[in-house]
């Protein structure tokens, strides 16, 4: 019953493939995330998805592109990958209440990571 | 945009001791911070939040306060523990940007036993 899956849980690969991480949510969330963290911990978003629609996308390089067949999966996917690639992926999921005059944006529900590696 | 800035990057307390972090945050329209708890080889985990219409808020031995006007919120944690050990993000967002948190660079809390 995980809230946020993802998959795999460790990838290796190496420079110049093409690879995908795919996340799912159980939790009827309408907006879902990925986020890289870096050797330093660093914590960025990446994307965001609201319904299905790209809300955010923050300065990430084209080769990177999320795919969100329907609500509950959002899917990452990496062509040409590089050595500063090398991070651990996080998707994350929330939901956005509408109330009166502004949205009520509830808390972010992380998944357990997907270590990437290039070689 | 906004930015965050979380000290120290590193607390190391003995077990029992209170553990307090600090953050900083730019953009005066974020109204939302959250702190996440990451354990080692897991997600960031949602801990406590609070809102820019609370001064403070506490949830057992964790508490979080918040100044608006100086734009700085803080993470209280007492009698700690060992299995209070990990990384701690604070964040920072505008309820109106649909969750686009921006996080700190991270606290690695370390308690000793």
């Known amino acids: 019953d995980t809230a946020v899956s993802q998959t795999p849980k460790y990838l290796v690969t190496q420079m110049g493939n093409d690879k995908s991480i795919k996340c799912e949510q159980n939790l009827g969330h309408d907006t879902m995330y990925w986020y890289k963290q870096d050797s330093k911990k660093f914590l960025k978003i990446m994307f965001s998805?609201?319904?299905?629609?790209?809300?955010i996308n923050e300065t990430v390089p084209n080769r990177f592109s999320p795919k969100s067949p329907d609500k509950a999966h959002l899917n990452l996917h990496i062509n040409s990958l590089e050595l500063g690639d090398s991070a651990v992926y996080f998707c994350a999921s929330s939901q956005a209440i509408s109330g009166r005059a502004h949205v009520d944006i509830n808390e972010q529900y992380f998944g357990p990571g997907t270590r990437l590696t290039v070689t | 945009g906004e930015n965050v800035e979380q000290h120290p990057s590193t607390l190391s307390v003995q077990e029992g001791d209170s553990a307090v972090i600090k953050c900083t945050y730019s953009?005066?329209?974020?109204?939302?911070f959250p702190w996440y708890k990451q354990e080692l080889g897991k997600g960031p985990q949602l801990i406590i939040d609070i809102r820019s219409n609370v001064g403070e808020k506490k949830d057992q031995r964790i508490a979080v306060t918040l100044n608006k006007t100086a734009k700085h919120f803080s993470l209280h944690i007492t009698e700690t523990q060992p299995e209070d050990s990990a990384v701690y993000f604070c964040a920072a967002s505008r309820d109106t940007n649909a969750g686009n948190s921006t996080f700190g660079d991270g606290t690695t809390l370390t308690v000793k036993p």
């Open positions: 998805y609201n319904n299905k629609e790209l809300i």
């Open positions: 953009d005066s329209a974020s109204n939302y």
